[in-house]
């Protein structure tokens, strides 16, 4: 599988930017995707992921409300919809997919296999 993110920018607080992960390489309805995001001197960490079949979404507490994942089967992208930037969202974003994540993996970015490249997002105060 094969995942190209873009997206990424310089804003300012209370921006919006929407990141896409274009995939290839495998039937887009088997795999489930995600978003990750690592910052300067921090761990990488989860920020939303989307379930293969049902479409179910999850988020990590500090972007709800603020980010969607979504996903356009058409056009086999997932996409990150992130309203009402923050300084502490800044940070590479990364996408992700696996076609075995099940509920309690999905926000476990060693259960993904395939990642693209990262897009660098940039929230100034």
């Known amino acids: 599988v094969q995942l190209q993110a873009s997206g990424g920018g310089s804003v300012q607080a209370g921006d919006s930017l929407r990141l896409s992960c274009a995939v290839s390489?495998?039937?887009?309805?088997?795999?489930?995707t995600a978003w990750f995001r690592q910052a300067p001197g921090k761990e990488r960490e989860f920020v939303a992921g989307?379930?293969?079949?049902?479409?179910?979404?999850h988020y990590r507490d500090s972007v709800k409300g603020r980010f969607t994942i979504s996903r356009d089967r058409a056009k086999n992208t997932v996409y990150l919809q992130m309203n009402s930037l923050k300084p502490e969202d800044t940070a590479v974003y990364y996408c992700?997919?696996?076609?075995?994540?099940?509920?309690?993996?999905?926000?476990?970015?060693?259960?993904?296999?395939?990642w693209g490249q990262g897009t660098l997002v940039t929230v100034s105060s």
């Open positions: 992700a997919a696996s076609s075995r994540i099940i509920y309690s993996t999905i926000g476990v970015a060693s259960s993904y296999g395939d």
């Open positions: 390489g495998r039937a887009f309805s088997g795999l489930s």
């Open positions: 989307i379930f293969r079949h049902e479409s179910s979404t």
